[in-house]
């Protein structure tokens, strides 16, 4: 519906890997190049014009940030994406964690919510833990209540796992964790191009993502941290724009958010992000979820006719994403044929090796929606794979 937006489909690619990362509409392409003819120059630091102005739309970008999400100005932390938000957090968890207690993860984790929290438990002598998923690829909320205990301190989860494609009852989650005195990390890494983001309604005391999935740059990310919470955290690296004041002896930190954003920032994907979120928002979550809707059923019902398919997950309870292995041949080899017409999918564990292990395969084939996509890519997709079984059978 929306290709026109994106320069890059003038070109006959059917992309359906936007879970990876999603293409970027020309108005963020314009509103960078803008930016870096007209306004250019580093922020928090020069005060003459073009310095402030830098500043003042570096700002006004984490304004749009927090009105999308529904969270305060000075919640909101630029990063460079959602893997150095979670890490960022982790960091200042394996100082403070000590042994005997707990960290909890959904087995479905990607890597950047999973390896960070196992390897502040390694660091600081706590316990990691995962609870399960059941096999339709929903939350096991009897084996989360088993496994969260008064030692959990923290909690990470996806909102939207990047393999299973379910949109997760967080706030269920949060509530629990709380109730034990848990702190709750919300990975919205996919959720965040899929559905309307309010971390009041959420009630989650961290959130993470990155530009690049939401139609914006590379290299930026956002975390959010709740009030008091985000305050409580260690800074995660030193230098410049992150302190109060430095002497000799001793170095006393800025305020939140500037403690968390040391040095010069992503000044120009900020501002570009800002940008993106704008566009998202003035299509609207109804129109574009109308489409995904309608576009992701269409996915499912082409798939479901092709008998080999063995889906991780119960495809009817996904959002935006499908992941599945066609059975006897391996997915990298279908992945070749989808390449030759031009059809883009991701191939692999998708950095969430555990869950795949849980479904008890290697790998498998994903597809995934970002708003351009229509029935024309799914009716090409479902032939080009039509093709490509019938290649290798
Ligand atoms: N979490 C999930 C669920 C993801 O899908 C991804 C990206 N594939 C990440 C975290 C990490 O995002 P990034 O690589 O942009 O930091």
Not at 20 to 48: E, I, M, W
Not at 76 to 89: D, H, P, S, W, Y
Not at 250 to 259: C, E, I, S
């Amino acid at each position: 519906m929306l290709k026109k937006d994106f320069k890059i489909f003038d070109k006959d690619y059917v992309y359906l890997d936007s879970a990876a990362s999603a293409q970027k509409p020309q108005v963020v392409l314009d509103r960078l190049v803008h930016f870096y003819q007209n306004d250019y120059a580093n922020v928090h630091r020069g005060s003459c014009h073009l310095a402030l102005q830098a500043t003042e739309q570096y700002e006004n970008a984490r304004h749009i940030v927090a009105d999308f999400i529904h969270a305060d100005f000075n919640e909101i932390v630029f990063t460079k994406g959602a893997t150095e938000a979670i890490n960022l957090v982790a960091a200042s968890y394996a100082k403070t964690l000590k042994k005997g207690d707990e960290v909890l993860v959904c087995v479905a984790e990607h890597h950047a919510n999973f390896v960070p929290w196992q390897q502040a438990c390694v660091q600081s002598g706590a316990t990691f833990k995962t609870f399960d998923v059941m096999d339709n690829g929903t939350w096991d909320l009897n084996d989360f209540k088993k496994q969260l205990s008064k030692h959990t301190k923290l909690v990470a989860v996806a909102q939207i796992s990047n393999v299973l494609g379910v949109q997760n009852p967080v706030e269920k989650v949060v509530q629990l964790a709380h109730e034990v005195g848990a702190k709750v990390m919300v990975d919205a890494a996919q959720s965040v191009t899929h559905l309307p983001i309010n971390v009041k309604d959420l009630n989650c005391d961290y959130l993470a993502f990155s530009g690049h999935k939401i139609y914006g740059p590379n290299g930026i990310g956002v975390l959010y941290g709740k009030g008091e919470v985000l305050t409580e955290l260690k800074p995660y690296q030193f230098g410049g724009d992150m302190v109060d004041k430095v002497t000799i002896e001793k170095t006393t930190f800025a305020d939140v958010p500037a403690r968390f954003e040391a040095g010069t920032p992503p000044i120009a994907n900020a501002i570009g992000l800002a940008e993106a979120l704008q566009y998202v928002s003035q299509i609207g979550w109804d129109k574009i979820q109308k489409n995904e809707q309608k576009v992701f059923a269409a996915l499912v019902s082409g798939l479901k006719q092709i008998d080999e398919i063995e889906f991780l997950g119960d495809p009817d309870l996904k959002t935006g994403l499908v992941a599945f292995n066609v059975k006897g041949i391996h997915a990298d080899d279908l992945n070749l044929i989808l390449a030759k017409e031009n059809v883009c999918v991701r191939v692999g564990h998708h950095c969430a090796m555990p869950i795949h292990e849980r479904f008890g395969v290697k790998s498998s084939l994903r597809v995934s929606l970002g708003l351009y996509n229509d029935q024309e890519d799914i009716k090409v997709f479902i032939q080009a794979l039509h093709k490509a079984i019938g290649f290798f059978k």
